[in-house]
């Protein structure tokens, strides 16, 4: 349901409570109750004597809360407060109401905590209070210490004391961390070296203005999943559009940004897993789990790769065996990726099904081996309860970007580079002179621990930054450091794609099939923005599927060489919301853009502002890390 109608039925329920009568016995006017907003003030008034409270009424999410609080503090100034009246108060007071509406009940004193009689009247309508801000916490932190301390007469008990203050602490924490800044952990090494993992920010979602929720009634402090009971966090019992409150700018290009992960409408959910997740995008594992069935079932017998091996001999009968060995191994993987191609819709479907029903997948096992892994099933996340990824915006609407070699260019131009951006390089291992563990850290900086180097069949493969591989070279003068690059093979004159790479085309974004990028070498294309119209040819068409019906709601049929959206034939499409391009400093090591494509405004969270806090997995707290600003 959405918000609006929460706030029609907080307008209705003064009228729906018979305020206008209760006013009067609590010392106020009848037409106190009548005027819409200004009745909240007043109740608040009387139950809390905090009138102001009335404000934070307005804030989705907090405003359920807010009402119930009203609603129990209210009925508690007319007496009422046994474990069933508290109850009803919480969730339905209206019984309550009527009665203290139309029996002429008098509002009472407030509890005189130094008489037993009255502590003892309310005690466990308290308790529920306090279980229902804080299950089982609260009442561990309230019970520890009414044992440990003495409770001094005339005081509130440790209960009610312990309830109304982890209440509003939780109110207050929320409103900060959705609408102020939020904490963010460094998960993975994608943003290496600008951000580490272990590093632990704060994100200012007043930068580019904090979003209002699109599933407000979550459990406070929690993203999507609350920890240990592996339960979802959230109900979408009341839904928001999406509405971003004024900030102090929009997204700018280099700026470092979290934001919901595009492509995290659906996920896979396994236990074992940081978050649960064994892998975040769930349209790659679709695909990688059609094509590992299909080769499952579509294995050549050994008579059939003998006829592809004699029909290659008969017709080169001069090559070694070798070589026809290797032409026949490639003619068989294609006749194969051909097979795949014609019914990869079939598979993916099918892939889907026993993602959803069998609830198999495959993928790295607990005991270092690839094989089947159960896990508890798919899960749909709305956009604000997505992963929260971090990288950096490198492209903003309307740029053209482009990668060439690794170099990313930037409306023609290569864009800055950051001090702590690396890339990958390869160089002869025997050829390299200072080459120890303990020299590489010290002179160069690079930890073999966190995986700056490695060996890998005679060969020193390096992520290091600009100054790190200037230092290498210069120390090295005679060996080459080059870039580990993947090339377009439709760069290549006359080159016809195979249907092996074709396949290929399926891990970079737009994932088409007839679409050539790699992670190093990414076609020159547009940041889509507001208002941008698109002609939907064959060459764009690819890059704007997902715009069109995951980010912008939309059905997009193509059928016999046309587009129809909605149901319409049409050849051009004006996007409707901003989009952004954004990439890992790491960038050899980054699930970013390149892999999933733009992000939409709508998904963008905040700015990272601040390292307050970081700690190695290998060497303890980071001293010169703490309360550094993000460059």
Not at 53 to 65: A, Q, R
Request: aromatic letters at 14%.
């Amino acid at each position: 349901m959405y918000a609006i109608y929460y706030y029609l039925f907080f307008l209705a329920h003064p009228y729906l409570a018979m305020w206008w009568k209760s006013f009067e016995h609590a010392g106020h006017k009848q037409w106190e109750a009548l005027i819409p907003v200004y009745n909240y003030y007043v109740a608040f008034k009387i139950s809390c004597k905090k009138p102001w409270w009335f404000l934070l009424m307005l804030i989705p999410g907090i405003h359920l809360v807010m009402w119930m609080v009203v609603n129990l503090s209210y009925i508690r100034r007319f007496n009422y407060y046994s474990l069933g009246d508290t109850f009803q108060g919480i969730f339905f007071p209206y019984l309550i109401l009527w009665k203290i509406a139309n029996n002429g009940e008098k509002i009472v004193p407030e509890t005189n905590w130094a008489n037993e009689g009255e502590r003892a009247k309310r005690e466990w309508g308290d308790h529920l209070a306090l279980f229902l801000s804080l299950p089982v916490i609260g009442h561990v932190l309230a019970l520890g210490i009414k044992a440990v301390s003495r409770e001094k007469p005339g005081n509130k008990s440790k209960v009610k004391e312990w309830g109304d203050s982890i209440l509003f602490a939780l109110v207050a924490a929320s409103i900060i961390r959705t609408y102020v800044f939020e904490p963010f952990q460094i998960p993975t090494g994608s943003m290496e070296k600008t951000l580490v993992v272990g590093d632990f920010l704060f994100v200012n979602k007043l930068a580019y203005g904090p979003k209002v929720p699109v599933t407000p009634l979550s459990f406070p402090l929690v993203h999507n999943t609350i920890p240990w009971v592996n339960v979802r966090s959230y109900t979408t019992l009341e839904k928001c559009r999406y509405t971003r409150l004024p900030g102090f700018g929009d997204p700018q290009a280099n700026d470092v940004m979290v934001f919901n992960y595009p492509s995290g409408d659906t996920a896979v959910y396994d236990p074992r897993m940081p978050h649960g997740l064994m892998g975040h995008d769930y349209h790659q594992i679709i695909t990688d789990e059609a094509q590992r069935m299909f080769y499952e079932s579509s294995n050549l017998s050994q008579t059939q790769q003998k006829q592809v091996y004699d029909e290659i001999k008969a017709k080169n009968p001069t090559l070694s065996d070798s070589v026809v060995r290797i032409m026949a191994s490639a003619k068989i993987g294609d006749y194969v990726a051909a097979k795949l191609i014609k019914d990869l819709p079939y598979w993916k479907q099918l892939a889907r099904k026993r993602l959803a029903e069998d609830k198999l997948a495959f993928g790295p096992t607990d005991d270092g081996g690839y094989g089947e892994i159960k896990h508890y099933g798919v899960i749909y996340r709305p956009v604000d309860k997505r992963e929260n990824y971090i990288k950096r915006c490198v492209g903003i609407p309307g740029d053209y970007l482009e990668v060439k070699d690794a170099v990313l260019y930037r409306n023609g131009k290569p864009a800055k580079v950051f001090p702590y951006q690396n890339l990958k390089y390869i160089a002869n291992e025997k050829e390299v002179r200072i080459y120890t563990d303990t020299q590489m850290k010290e002179k160069y900086g690079l930890e073999k621990s966190r995986g700056d180097y490695q060996n890998q069949n005679g060969m020193l493969v390096i992520y290091a930054t600009k100054s790190q591989i200037t230092k290498l070279r210069k120390d090295n003068p005679t060996t080459k450091f080059n870039l580990d690059l993947e090339q377009q093979y439709s760069d290549t004159k006359g080159y016809v794609a195979t249907d092996s790479d074709r396949l290929g085309n399926l891990r970079t974004y737009p994932k088409d099939l007839d679409v050539n990028n790699t992670f190093t070498n990414f076609s020159k294309f547009q940041v889509p923005y507001r208002g941008m119209k698109v002609e939907l040819t064959k060459e764009k068409l690819p890059y704007f599927r997902r715009i069109i019906t995951a980010y912008e709601g939309h059905t997009l049929v193509e059928k016999g060489g046309k587009v129809y959206i909605d149901g319409k034939e049409t050849k051009t499409y004006t996007v409707k919301m901003n989009y952004y391009w954004l990439m890992g400093d790491n960038r050899y090591n980054s699930t970013d853009s390149r892999g999933w494509g733009f992000v939409p405004e709508d998904h963008v969270v905040g700015k990272a502002s601040l390292v307050w806090f970081s700690k190695s997995p290998y060497e303890g707290v980071r001293w010169e890390r703490l309360f550094k600003w993000i460059e």
